[in-house]
């Protein structure tokens, strides 16, 4: 757990930055963390690349306006709602297709795979962390939806309470909890790893 915990806050660090002195700036740093999420979360990379785009296309048209501070809460949390549209639209589109037969249902496709932080390891120690990142993954798609949200925006985004708040649009004590439930529930299942 102390390497994949200390890689993890090694990425954590490198996400901490400025803020981006232009809307295209910041969207370049945003994307591929962008990309993860969704794919975590729609378990289809097609369906992820759609809701990134269309994220950053309802950020540019209509708050590009806005102080570059307020950019990264407004796209996580455009991006939030694109991922729940999708997911309630595949639920319909299941329950449509089981009434009139056939059909299957997409959840075992595979998670996006996680690098490890360190690509000049030993190949024992790139295993261990990839292995490390792969139950780490598998964890966090456990988490109840909310408690995946608040946990991805405050850990791995690094967004204030605040921000999280706006971006998941509840309140900000509803985040600390959410956070806490994720936070208890991933030591749990990560135990083994410390």
Do not use: N
Request: charged content about 30%; overall charge neutral; hydrophobic content about 45%.
């Amino acid at each position: 757990m102390s390497s994949m915990a200390s890689a993890l806050g090694a990425e954590l660090l490198v996400h901490v930055r400025e803020t981006p002195a232009t809307l295209d700036a910041f969207l370049a740093q945003v994307e591929r963390r962008a990309f993860r999420v969704a794919e975590l979360q729609l378990r289809q990379r097609e369906d992820a690349m759609d809701a990134v785009q269309d994220a950053m296309l309802r950020l540019v048209r209509h708050y590009r306006d806005k102080p570059a501070t307020e950019w990264a809460p407004l796209f996580w949390g455009i991006l939030r709602r694109r991922v729940v549209d999708l997911q309630r639209r595949r639920k319909v589109r299941s329950i449509v297709v089981g009434w009139l037969g056939g059909g299957r249902d997409d959840q075992g496709d595979e998670l996006p795979a996680w690098e490890p932080a360190d690509p000049g390891q030993d190949p024992l120690g790139r295993l261990h962390d990839v292995q490390a990142y792969a139950d780490m993954a598998a964890a966090v798609r456990q988490l109840p939806q909310r408690q995946r949200e608040a946990f991805m925006l405050r850990m791995l985004e690094g967004l204030d309470v605040a921000e999280t708040a706006r971006a998941m649009g509840c309140s900000e004590g509803s985040v600390k909890t959410h956070l806490s439930r994720a936070m208890h529930h991933l030591r749990d299942q990560l135990e083994d790893w410390r």
